[in-house]
Nanobody, 123 residues
């Protein structure tokens, strides 16, 4: 079965940036890799996705222009870079996998999940 392991979370100042990593194993072929996040008391929401077949990317409106999802095929790693952080970016960030993507999708569309990495934005 696929395994996804996130890292790179922590405490970051407002206005700063972070870069999260998700190492993926146990997969083959092309896939859709995504980042979701869930703040305390809120539903899980999609942040960004990338299709490994052709590199197409999809972003939630609230991160467009300040976030980049990227893929390192040699190291089976997906990254999420986010800049100009706001307090509302505080959340647990999860890496997720499904077979194909033509949009960001919802959590129910994804079959495999990592355990998450916490990001806390502070003043």
């Amino acid at each position: 079965l696929p395994q996804l392991v996130e890292s790179g979370g922590g405490s970051v100042q407002a206005g700063g940036s972070f870069k999260l990593s998700c190492v993926v194993s146990g997969i083959w072929g092309t896939n859709c890799m995504a980042w979701f996040r869930q703040a305390t008391g809120k539903e899980r929401e999609g942040v960004a996705a990338i299709y490994t077949g052709d590199g197409r990317t999809y972003y939630a409106d609230f991160v467009k222009g300040r976030s980049t999802i990227s893929l390192d095929k040699n190291n089976d790693t997906v990254y999420l870079q986010m800049n100009n952080l706001k307090f509302e970016d505080t959340a647990m960030y999860y890496c997720a996998l499904r077979g194909y993507c033509f949009d960001l999708g919802t959590p129910d569309n994804y079959n495999y999940w990592g355990r998450g990495t916490q990001v806390t934005v502070s003043s």
